[in-house]
């Protein structure tokens, strides 16, 4: 009876101890994953801080992707050999236009709008960014707004007399625009 019971101890204790050998390497994977993570840098950030995490990035570059409705080769060369993106490339001007358009915004946010900058030295609100002008264009067009409609009496905007819906006529003191009576059937 004492073996067994000696053989039963053994062997809890055998499960036991692999169990913590098996927690331990799962513990020691997972803090592996985030350092893998931490330890890769990117090249040729001017910018962006060096430090940015893979995710905010990747974040920033899809808010400038879609505030300029453009892929990722407007700005970034591709590599011929090897037909990939080359992030770090600075041959295309796009890049170097968008670097500066980037550090205009925060010159702009931070002289007239007071700025505030995270953690990353990312500014955390703006009020102005990409999108402002871009609106999903890659070139947005300095424009004017188009005129209103031409009003009666050849003045442009609502009718004569600054009244919306004013025929341009006066009444009998000549200075108050005059109804039109509804006709009855």
Known sequence: MTKMKLNAKILATTVLLAGVV???????????????????KYVNLKVLPKHISNRDLGNIMGQWRRSLGVQCGFCHARNE?????????DAK????????????????????????????????ESSVSCNTCHHGVS??????????PRGQGGQRGPGAG????????TGATGNTPSATPDKKP
């Open 162 to 169: 600054g009244q919306p819906g004013a025929t341009g006529s």
């Open 139 to 148: 070139h947005p067009e300095a424009a004017l707004p188009a005129l209103p």
């Open 81 to 89: 050999a090897t037909n990939q993106m080359d992030y770090a490339s």
């Open 22 to 40: 098996l927690l331990a390497s799962m513990t020691a994977i997972q803090q592996q994953a985030p350092q893998q993570q931490q330890e890769h």
């Open 93 to 124: 001007p796009e890049k170097l236009t968008a670097r500066k358009m980037f550090l205009m915004a925060a010159k702009i946010n931070k002289k007239y709008f007071d700025a505030k900058k995270d953690s990353l030295g990312m500014v955390m």
